[in-house]
């Protein structure tokens, strides 16, 4: 008998999609101290663009301190990596994106991934490596985590970075940028000058036409 503990179980926030029937699904992955809720806002910006999509924006498994009503993929104390930090958050995810594609009768080619911050460092790490290939990875103010494993698949990328982000700074950006192109990932980069931590129109534009033509 397995003495493993159960997963914690993710839930959050959904749109449906405007058609009434989902032929896609794109699931939002927060950053650290947010919630589902705060990222779900970004769907009304593309919901009438992918008609077919379902959206849905689960809130991290665990509370955040000292952010009353944020949740945390993983924690940054306690000595532990960021590289830790995605590999123990990864079953987490990866759990619920399985049971969210049965629940919609989709597989993976019909999956995007949008992720800000933490949600980001999570999407990029969790996407390439499904054993089946998703439609794409939207990474928005986030970071590439070296974890030392190489990606199982390639699915195309978009990363848009800020600046002036302070917590995430734009040499994360950079770094991604030139080890996602050196491992052979379609790769799409936005950097908007003078935007700190957040996603400005020019994020959201990109993704929706991203997200539109890897969905079609």
Same mark, same amino acid.
């Given at each position: 008998?397995?003495?493993?503990a ?6 959050g926030?959904?749109? #449906? #999609? ?7 699904? =794109? ?8 919630? @589902? ?6 769907? #009304?910006?593309?919901?009438? !663009?992918?008609a077919? /999509? !379902?959206?849905? +924006?689960?809130?991290? #498994? ?18 532990? /990596? ?6 123990? !958050? ?5 759990? *619920? ?10 597989? $993976? ?5 949008? @992720? *800000? ?5 999570? +999407?990029?790490?969790? @996407? ?6 998703? !439609?794409?990875? =939207?990474?928005?103010? @986030? ?19 800020? $600046? ?8 994360? *950006? ?10 052979? *990932?379609e790769?799409? /980069?936005?950097?908007?000058p ?23």
């Amino acid at each position: 008998m397995s003495t493993d503990a159960p997963l914690p179980a993710l839930d959050g926030p959904r749109v #449906p #999609p405007l058609s009434g029937t989902a032929r896609s699904l =794109v699931i939002l992955a927060h950053g650290y101290g947010s919630n @589902g809720a705060d990222l779900i806002g970004l769907v #009304p910006h593309w919901r009438e !663009a992918l008609a077919d /999509t !379902a959206f849905v +924006s689960p809130n991290a #498994p665990y509370d955040c301190p000292g952010a009353p009503g944020g949740f945390q993929w993983w924690g940054f104390g306690a000595g532990g /990596t960021r590289s830790d930090g995605v590999k123990s !958050a990864a079953p987490i995810l990866d759990a *619920f994106i399985d049971a969210e594609l049965a629940r919609l009768g989709l597989g $993976d080619d019909r999956l995007a991934l949008v @992720g *800000f911050s933490q949600g980001t460092m999570l +999407s990029l790490y969790v @996407g390439p490596r499904r054993e089946r290939q998703i !439609a794409g990875i =939207v990474g928005l103010s @986030g970071a590439l985590i070296d974890t030392g494993e190489a990606p199982r698949t390639r699915p195309p990328i978009l990363l848009v970075h800020g $600046d002036e982000d302070p917590m995430v700074p734009i040499d994360a *950006f950079y770094r991604a940028k030139e080890t996602l192109e050196r491992e052979g *990932f379609e790769l799409t /980069t936005h950097v908007s000058p003078g935007l700190g931590h957040g996603v400005d129109l020019a994020g959201l534009t990109l993704g929706k036409r991203f997200l539109s033509r890897v969905l079609a």
